[in-house]
């Protein structure tokens, strides 16, 4: 990993004839439903956790998955036979994830998740209440750990479904940003704009945004006018 090993693979999975090979369309299927489940508010830990065993998995087959706490020292609990993901995590995969801009997550890594920190091995049994396709996330850790998904591949795969899910979120934007200059070019009234709001809220198909948005909007108007004062 300190050769750049993750950033090595993302580069290649930026070319649109990269080759993902031994995935079956059912696998492809789950992962890709692992990375559409990503919102601002649940999906982004798991996302980033199967990269990251998938990724150790690359480096290293004989190496489980399943054991998140490793070291020999006996203050704190850990798996002789474990690995330290959340130092991995925070050395190796959050600083590259954000580096490509591939997902959104603080600088301290996503293995800061208290509910992906349990003394438990990643299984069937994990008794954390996961935020996210924990269906999903389990499904190809056992499939890996069981040799029936290519570690290497699935991490391919993984990193194509996130750069296309990037690319399509700037092309969204894009088509806002010109939607929004035609409406602002019409010179809109106070009630067209109560509409357009109202619009908004009443097809929005995820009842968080309409919060998120008016908030961001009410910061940066705070902002714009110099009236944020920040302590």
């Known amino acids: 990993m300190e050769d750049g090993f993750l950033e090595n693979i993302i580069t290649e999975c930026q070319n649109p004839e990269v080759k993902i090979e031994n995935i079956s369309e059912e696998q492809a299927k789950t992962i890709e439903s692992l990375v559409n489940s990503v919102t601002s508010e649940v999906g982004r830990a798991i996302v980033g956790l199967t990269i990251l065993q998938l990724t150790v998995k690359s480096i290293l087959p004989e190496q489980s998955i399943r054991l998140h706490k490793g070291g020999s020292g006996t203050r704190d609990f850990s798996w002789t036979e474990g690995i330290p993901m959340r130092n991995i995590d925070t050395n190796y995969i959050t600083p590259v994830l954000r580096k490509f801009g591939l997902l959104k997550i603080n600088k301290f890594g996503f293995m800061m998740t208290r509910t992906l920190a349990e003394n438990y091995p990643y ?18 850790t056992n499939e890996v750990e069981r040799g029936e998904l290519d570690s290497f591949n699935g991490l391919k795969q993984i990193l194509v479904f996130l750069n296309n899910k990037s690319e399509a ?13 035609v409406f602002l070019k019409q010179n809109p009234s106070f009630e067209n704009c109560i509409t357009a709001i109202t619009n908004f809220i009443d097809n929005s198909t995820y009842s968080a945004r309409v919060f998120e948005v008016s908030l961001h909007a009410f910061f940066q108007v705070l902002a714009e006018k110099k009236n944020l004062k920040v302590s």
């Open 123 to 140: 299984s069937k049994l994990y008794k954390a209440g996961i935020r996210g396709v924990k269906k999903e996330w389990l499904e190809i």
């Open 169 to 181: 979120f700037e092309v969204l934007t894009t088509q806002a940003l010109k939607t929004l200059g």
